[in-house]
């Protein structure tokens, strides 16, 4: 199955809090999360937006991932320095996925932007 794509937006209320709660995260995530995440990169793009791409192997572990993150108190941190904005997903969609947006309550701000149709990854890049 084709990986998952995450670009996550950030409605930063607290620029210094935001970044040491990102650098937090990235950490504990490295260390302790889902071995089916590809790579983790937060960005703050002004004072006041902040950014994450993360790369998942599929969609198993984008579910994964969150179901292990979500008692952390590196996101809580997270959650207490910036709101999440909005969600672009791409990749594959399953239902397992769709149950988890649903039950956090994310529909309104996620757009699942399909399915990749063609393209390719160079080995070891």
């Keep these: ?29 490295q260390r302790d999360g889902h071995p089916g995440v590809r ?7 002004t004072p006041d937006e902040g950014r994450a791409i993360v790369v998942y192997t599929g969609p198993e572990a984008w579910v994964g991932h ?5 008692s ?8 207490a320095a910036a709101d999440l904005a909005a969600v672009d997903l791409h990749g594959p ?10 039950r956090m309550g994310l529909g309104a701000r996620l757009r699942h932007l399909g399915e990749p149709v063609a393209g390719f990854r160079r080995p070891g890049l």
């Design 93 to 102: 969609m399953t239902a397992a996925m769709q149950g988890w947006i649903d």
């Design 66 to 70: 969150h179901d292990i993150i979500m």
């Design 39 to 45: 790579s983790y990169d937060f960005y703050r793009i």
């Design 1 to 29: 199955m084709a990986e998952v794509v995450a670009v996550n937006r950030y409605a930063v209320r607290d620029a210094a809090a935001f970044d040491a709660a990102v650098v937090a995260l990235a950490d504990r995530v």
């Design 72 to 79: 952390w108190p590196e996101l809580a941190n997270l959650r």
